[in-house]
């Protein structure tokens, strides 16, 4: 999918070349598995910022849609916090068809959501979002489809036993023990993770990250 720009009201404003730092980045995720990622490929971030916003979907909303805009918001909510860097925000979104499967919020979800993709292709949405030293906002949105074997009662419920499923879209980790669950991948496994490497490196270079 090809890399879109948002204008962001404000987003020059104080900002000058001074102020800027090609090799400064901003990482506006809590998550460790993003955080290993990024290491993984040599990227250490100046900063992590947690980004807190609303992931409400809206009303009629596709799940590639609201990937992006919630890695853009992630990004955009703690950029004024640091002016001068790139600020990075991501989202993974699990999707069988247009229903959106959240992360679990309790085991009995997490279940039913297993059920769901037993036996079946589901796709895996990744939202990019960065905020460039100027204060422009660029999104690109990665996909994935992954294909579960059958799960039977059991293996569902000794995944559920051993607590993986928890802050996880789909209620799933496919770095842990869910990897014993995947048939096929078509796609970037580091987006089934949390972050979709290539892509992600590839539109901070083009933006002008300095990456060694």
Known sequence: MTVSETARPG?????????????????????????????????????????????????????????????????????????????????TIVARGRTVLTKARNAEEARVFLKLLSGRRHRVFGGVGIIVPEGRSFGRVVETKVTFKRLGRDEIEDYIGHGEWEGKAGGYAIQGRAGVFTRKIMGSYSNVVGLPLYETVALLKGLGFRFD
């Open 11 to 91: 987003g020059d404003a104080g900002r000058s070349p001074a102020d800027t730092s090609p090799d400064r980045l901003v990482l506006a995720s809590a998550s460790p598995r993003r955080l290993d990622l990024l290491r993984q490929v040599g990227i250490e971030p100046a900063a992590v910022d947690a980004a807190d916003i609303d992931e409400t979907p809206l009303k009629g909303e596709l799940p590639q849609e609201l990937v992006r805009r919630l890695a853009i918001a992630k990004a955009s909510s703690v950029a004024d916090r640091h002016p001068g860097a790139f600020v990075l925000g991501a989202d």
